[in-house]
């Protein structure tokens, strides 16, 4: 992280999710973002750390209250979205 800028608003996040943690793990954030549901934000983070990383972190949601049928239709917009976007 940049010395002073908050993560949330280096990927330009529509939440700050680290406004009471500046230093917050990588995973923390993701986990913060996929429990919040905000789709332009999941998508955000998919692209700057990975997809498969994110839905790792979202499988261990998916047995609790906050993982649902929604997150996973989510994920696999999104991962239908970036094929299309490398098929071009």
């Known amino acids: 992280m940049a010395q002073g800028i908050r993560r949330s608003t280096q990927l330009n996040l529509s939440f700050p999710y680290d406004w ?3 230093a917050i793990s990588d995973e923390a954030l993701i986990i913060n973002i996929l429990n919040r549901g905000i789709f332009v934000d999941i998508c955000r983070v998919c692209a700057y750390f ?5 839905e790792g972190l ?3 949601l998916r047995n609790t209250t906050t993982g649902n049928i929604s997150l996973t ?3 696999n917009n999104i991962r239908k979205g970036f094929i ?3 098929a071009r």
């Open 73 to 75: 239709r989510k994920l």
């Open 58 to 60: 979202a499988s261990g």
């Open 20 to 22: 009471s943690n500046p």
């Open 84 to 86: 299309r976007a490398q």
């Open 50 to 54: 990975g997809l498969d990383v994110v």
